[in-house]
C-alpha cells in the first residue's frame, strides 16, 4: 500500500494543479483592446503641414480628439483585460 501512495504523490495530475491565470476571456477581450488602439493610431493619421503650404486638417476633430481618446480607452480597456478574472 505505501508503494501506491508515494507513487500517486510523486506524479502530479495536470488537470487538479494547472490553472492558468489569464482564460480564454482574457485574451478575447485583449484582442478588443489591441484593435481599439490600433484604429485610434490610425485615425490620428494624416497629411502634415509642409513648407508650401498650411494643412488646417491638422486640427481636425478626428486627429485630436477622436484617435487619442479611442487610444487611451484601448488601453485602459487592456489594464482591464489583464486584471479581470471570470467568474467561475
Known sequence: MKNQSSKKNSQLDPETFV??????TNFILM???????????????GGS?????FNPDIFSTRRIVIGPGLSFLGFLSMAFAIIYRPKK
Do not use: S, W
Not at 503641414?49 to 503650404?53: C, F, K, L, M
Open 19 to 24: 490553472e492558468f491565470p489569464l482564460v480564454k
Open 31 to 45: 484582442a478588443i483592446a489591441g484593435a481599439a488602439i490600433i484604429i485610434g493610431f490610425l485615425l490620428m493619421l
Open 49 to 53: 503641414t509642409d513648407a508650401t503650404g
